[in-house]
């Protein structure tokens, strides 16, 4: 037996094999199979290997067909090493079930026309990245779209609310390539998904970050609609270091559906203020006493960002989730 141990990454899963990057070792990942130990050690309903772990291989001195065809090296997985994070739900069953682990996070993707920036739409894409635990960059794109002078106002607006949160804000045109260079500096080593309404040029930037890159998340197609929804969750490596995942048939966000979202959690300003509230249960909408409150009216939390929040605090007494479909509205 080869005695060639490498640490790789699970880029993909299917039938029992898995996809393993292991970088700077060839262009093409290893096809893996489990070690019987894996197999053995956890209950048959919880999948002991995902996408996006960190695992040891054993090299084999034989190759393989993956699902497409490609001649892989083969080696056999020996062991998962800790997970830093791990996101996934089933829902219908456990077919269903979308999982990745080792997200480190979204670059939440907005175009600053056609369609316009929503500002509301972003705070509920921030507060599913928060409530999940992940860093979250707001990326501005489709910059060439505006006069100089409009850009400057409307990107300096964002800025203005969002950077004092300690969320980077980005410029970007995947038409262009204005901002790309900086967009690959925070996705370098990292994994990162990303999120954000159709259209507003996500699967573009992805193939402007690295040219040859297509992603399937412009894919509008909703999980649990029509049974042959694929859930198959893969990675891509980028060249200069870091993942980017991809998830074909279901909307990136349906990752990051959790069922508990505690609210004032989510929104970095309020976490200083709820402790002076004269209720220790405040929901920061009505009673009186209320420091967050107070903070909106004194001007210490912006408004729009308060209003947000009262919008998703009502959804969620109508046991709506953080995230909806769109519909038509932008
Ligand atoms: P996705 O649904 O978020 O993946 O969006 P796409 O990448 O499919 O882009 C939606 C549309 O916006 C396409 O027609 C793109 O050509 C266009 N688009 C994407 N990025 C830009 C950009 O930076 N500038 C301009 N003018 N158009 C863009
Ligand atoms: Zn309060």
Not at 40 to 61: C, F, M, W, Y
């Amino acid at each position: 037996m080869s005695t060639e141990i490498f640490t790789g990454t699970v880029l993909k899963a299917a039938g029992g094999f898995y996809e393993v990057d292991v970088p700077g070792h060839d262009d093409s990942p290893f096809l893996c199979s489990l070690r019987g130990v894996l197999k053995k050690g956890r209950k048959v309903s919880t999948q002991p290997v995902v996408v996006g772990d960190n695992v040891r291989i054993r090299a084999l001195e034989t190759s393989g067909a993956n699902a497409k065809g490609d001649l892989l090296s083969e080696g056999h997985i020996e062991e998962v090493l800790p997970r830093r994070t791990q996101l996934g739900r089933s829902r219908f069953g456990k077919t269903n079930q979308i999982t990745v682990s080792n997200l480190d996070q979204v670059a939440i993707v907005m175009s600053l026309r056609d369609p316009d920036i929503n500002l509301h739409r972003l705070d509920r894409f921030l507060v599913l990245a928060e409530s999940n635990e992940l860093g979250a960059v707001i990326c501005l794109n489709k910059t060439d779209l505006l006069k100089k002078r409009e850009l400057k106002k409307e990107v300096d607006a964002v800025r203005k609310i969002y950077e004092p949160l300690g969320y980077t804000v980005l410029t970007a045109s995947a038409e262009t390539d204005d901002g790309i260079k900086e967009l690959r500096k925070v996705l370098k080593n990292k994994t990162s998904a990303f999120i954000g309404s159709s259209g507003v040029g996500k699967s573009s930037l992805a193939c402007a970050v690295q040219p040859g890159l297509h992603l399937w998340i412009g894919d509008v197609m909703d999980i649990g609609k029509g049974r042959h929804t694929t859930t198959d969750v893969s990675l891509h490596p980028l060249k200069f270091g870091g993942y980017i995942v991809d998830t074909p048939g279901v909307k990136t966000v349906a990752l990051l559906e959790v069922r508990e979202v505690v609210l004032p959690q989510c929104f970095p300003e309020m976490r200083q203020f709820e402790q002076e509230c004269r209720f220790n249960n405040c929901t920061h909408d009505h009673e009186p006493g209320c420091a967050v409150r107070e903070a909106v009216e004194g001007e210490k939390i912006v408004a729009s960002r308060y209003e947000s929040y009262q919008k998703m605090l009502a959804d969620q007494k109508a046991h709506k989730p953080i995230y909806e479909k769109e519909g038509n509205s932008k």
